[in-house]
Each structure stands twice: as structure tokens, then as C-alpha cells.
């Protein structure tokens, strides 16, 4: 089954301990990217990857890391946690060619105390 | 990319075409028309695209004014399964990959 899949679905920690969420697509797909989503806000894009070892900044990429180090796998670093990260965050992958449509993961909601 | 101007929430009896409008009217003449939703908290589903021709799919059409200033999503028939929110976006194909979505219309279908 296509999909893209992220963990973990749901974590809670403390400010400051560094935390990753990973994200994987069994679609060979080019193209990745990383979203945060906040009540009033919509949803705004983190970091995006148009393959491997090419990333690039987008709306939001303050307090986040990415790689791409692998087509299939495009993990979002947290170094340093902030309450200012407590969020719902989406990985979405699609074909190259931006007018492709992107497959969303389920999400990750993530609480930072 | 251009950005977009949605209202912010809609009513639609179920059965009934619900039509949904966005505004864009600093679109450049190669910026697509995308349209997705998100039921819930789940992660958004692409429905439909477009440039300058009306679309349709199995899920839905797509009419883009002759100036490409606005579109409007249309939904056939409505059913409590489509409440959610929908968000229209416009960029570009194939450059400028950053994904705009903006806080999208939410979608309320009524029995």
C-alpha cells in the first residue's frame, strides 16, 4: 500500500531534549516536505527536499532540522525543543514535477513542556 | 507564489452542489490552481488542479474565471463525509516548490 508514515504519531517531552520525528514514503517519490499545523494559523511548511541531499528552507524553518540523506526517509530535528514547538506536524511526499499531488502523513502531535 | 483569499467557513445542506470560492488575484500566468482538504486533524488529501481550463474528477470540479483572478470548488452533491476544511493554493509547476496553504474554508454539511 502507498503511503507515507511518520513516528511517533503522538510525544510529549520537556524544552530542550532533542527529539526526532521521522518520516518515510514507500512511493519513490522525489519530493518531501515537513508542515507544522496551529489552531488560527493553517498549515505552514517547515523545510522541503526536492531529493536526495537537497533541502531547502520554507515559511517556518527557525528551531528545525532536516536531512535527506535517503529518498525514502526525511527525518525533522528538534534540537532544542521550545513550548513554541507544540504542535501537529504532516510529511508529505509527491513525484517531481510540482504540480503532483502530495500523499500526507497522519501526523504527529507534539507537546513540549 | 501568489497567495490566497478563502472564507473562512460555509454551510451546505447534504445533496446539494457546495460551492466553494477562492481568491487569487495576483496569480501569474504560470501558476496552477490546487485544491485540497483535511478532514479532521488527519493530513490533507489533494482533490483537484487546474491552470486555465475547467476540471472535473470524480470528486469534484474546478472553474477558473477567463482572468484566473478566482475559482470555485464545486462538490456535487454534498454528504456529511466531505465536512472538513478546504484549502486552495496556487504556485508554480515544477519551480518555486514551497507549498502556501493558507487557513483554508471550513466545510460544515448539514443533514
Known amino acids: 500500500e502507498a503511503q507515507v508514515t511518520q513516528n511517533p504519531r503522538y510525544l510529549i517531552t520537556v524544552t530542550g531534549k532533542k527529539l526526532t520525528v521521522t518520516c518515510s514514503q514507500n512511493?519513490?517519490?522525489?519530493?518531501m516536505s515537513w508542515y507544522r499545523q496551529d489552531p488560527g494559523l493553517g498549515l505552514r511548511q517547515i523545510y522541503y527536499?526536492?531529493?536526495?541531499?537537497?533541502?531547502d528552507k520554507g515559511d517556518v524553518p527557525e528551531g528545525y532540522k532536516v536531512s535527506r540523506k535517503e529518498k525514502r526517509n526525511f527525518p525533522l530535528i528538534l534540537e532544542s525543543p521550545s513550548p513554541n514547538q507544540t504542535s501537529l506536524y504532516f510529511c508529505a511526499s509527491s513525484t517531481a514535477g510540482a504540480f503532483r499531488e502530495q500523499y500526507f502523513g497522519p501526523g504527529t502531535r507534539l507537546t513540549v513542556t | 507564489d501568489a497567495k490566497t483569499t478563502q472564507p473562512t467557513s460555509m454551510d451546505c445542506a447534504e445533496g446539494r452542489a457546495a460551492n466553494l470560492p477562492c481568491n487569487h488575484s495576483t496569480i501569474s500566468g504560470n501558476e496552477y490552481v490546487y485544491w485540497y482538504r483535511q478532514i479532521h486533524s488527519q493530513g490533507p488529501q489533494y482533490i483537484i488542479h487546474?491552470?486555465?481550463n475547467n476540471e472535473t474528477n470524480e470528486m469534484a470540479s474546478l472553474i477558473i474565471t477567463e482572468d484566473r483572478k478566482s475559482s470555485t470548488l464545486i462538490l456535487p452533491h454534498a454528504t456529511l463525509r466531505d465536512t472538513a476544511v478546504y484549502y486552495c493554493?496556487?504556485?508554480?509547476?515544477?519551480?518555486?516548490?514551497?507549498?502556501?496553504f493558507g487557513t483554508g474554508t471550513s466545510l460544515t454539511v448539514i443533514p
Open positions: 512511493m519513490n517519490h522525489e519530493y
Open positions: 487546474g491552470l486555465k
Open positions: 493554493i496556487v504556485r508554480v509547476a515544477g519551480t518555486g516548490n514551497q507549498f502556501y
Open positions: 527536499s526536492m531529493n536526495v541531499e537537497v533541502t
